[in-house]
């Protein structure tokens, strides 16, 4: 397994479950190489049901947020235009920091860091052939690419790279919400708040102890911000206000109290991306199908995942034949959610701001 993300984590835990070894693969040089991320919605029927296969879904009850599902819309205005809440029993998609979902999956998996993987070479006499960037080669019966939108391990059965979808997200944080920024604080909620606009949108997010996320979100070219040096934070800062002006003041207020920004111009592969099946090598997750982020992908990732595994385990004997099967299911389900969220994000990100609103009405329970 390549890749200590949320689908390389649920298909080694899974293997786990079943008593079966599998060796993780993870370029960072320890688990809080990089910052944590935000927050993700784990779905009743997909990354829950892969937490359940992995024995983990009453940790997850326990650590989720279900008033995170929350979610208000107001106009450019402040004008509120939705206000949805949860009901107390609702565990449809309740919330759970990145990091937290993280620390649930490693418990105690094998994770060999620092491992950066550069090649795979399937097809040897051993077996596949996996480089790493120390210099290192080891063989293997199956690599299993879960290792994000810019996988090494696609090429092996591949060519296909990911295309910018003409929006960007700019990414800041806000900390301590509720003590610092109470106005803020409520402005969110429990859960989110979106502002769409023409072409933009602001959308801000609670994680847990007091912290908050909120992306900046616009069409442009991809080398939008050429004249702009995005390490000068209240450059970022001034030029994302300009491309906000005329907005409300609590609204802009997200992006003037934001302690750092961070550029990332969203990717995608194309719409039921598939590839002739090549033995002791597939993919999951982003390394597959990357998608809009829109509450898909990790969800998808993860039970893809525990499915593998699960395949893996009841017919040990014929591994490429449960690969094959196994790929054959994510493609077709996979394609579905791409078609979702690629029609999705060209709502949300509209010259028609009222096109985010409808979407909203469609997908939010009454």
Do not use: C
């Not at 784990?42 to 879904?57: F, I, N, P, S, T």
């Amino acid at each position: 397994m390549v890749g200590s993300g949320p689908a390389g984590l649920t298909f080694a835990r899974v293997l786990h479950r079943h008593g079966y070894p599998v060796a993780v693969l993870e370029r960072d040089p320890a688990p809080g190489a990089r910052p944590r991320g935000g927050t993700l919605d784990l779905h009743e029927g997909l990354g829950q049901l892969a937490l359940d296969k992995a024995g983990l879904l009453a940790e997850f009850q326990a650590l989720s947020r279900p008033e995170g599902q929350a979610m208000r819309i107001l106009d450019a205005d402040g004008t509120v235009l939705r206000d949805w809440r949860p009901r107390p029993d609702d565990r449809a998609n309740p919330e759970i920091d990145r990091g937290q979902l993280r620390d649930l999956l490693l418990g105690e998996l094998d994770v060999q860091w620092g491992r950066a993987v550069t090649q795979v070479v399937p097809g040897t006499r051993d077996g596949v052939l996996v480089h790493f960037a120390e210099g290192r080669e080891e063989t293997f019966d199956l690599v299993v690419g879960a290792d994000g939108a810019w996988s090494r391990i696609r090429p092996a059965v591949s060519s296909v790279t990911p295309h910018y979808t003409g929006v960007t997200l700019v990414e800041t944080s806000l900390d301590d919400v509720d003590t610092r920024h109470p106005d803020l604080a409520g402005l969110i909620g429990d859960g989110s708040v979106a502002v769409y606009g023409v072409n933009r949108a602001l959308v801000a997010q609670r994680n847990s102890g007091g912290h908050a996320k909120v992306y900046a979100q616009f069409r442009a070219p991809l080398d939008w911000h050429t004249n702009l040096d995005l390490a000068d934070v209240e450059a970022v800062r001034s030029g994302l206000l300009a491309l906000f002006d005329g907005w409300a003041a609590p609204v802009l207020d997200l992006l003037r109290h934001g302690t750092a920004f961070v550029h990332r111009p969203l990717y995608v592969l194309p719409v039921s991306h598939t590839w002739t099946h090549i033995p002791g090598v597939t993919l999951l997750g982003d390394a597959a199908h990357l998608m809009p982020p829109l509450g898909a992908g990790a969800n998808l990732a993860m039970l893809e995942g525990a499915e593998l595994a699960e395949s893996i385990a009841t017919d040990p004997g014929d591994l490429d034949k449960a690969v094959r099967a196994f790929e054959e299911q994510m493609w077709a389900r996979a394609g579905r959610w791409s078609k979702i969220t690629t029609a999705g994000l060209e709502r949300l990100v509209s010259p028609d701001p009222a096109e985010a609103l409808a979407l909203f009405d469609e997908v939010q329970p009454s």
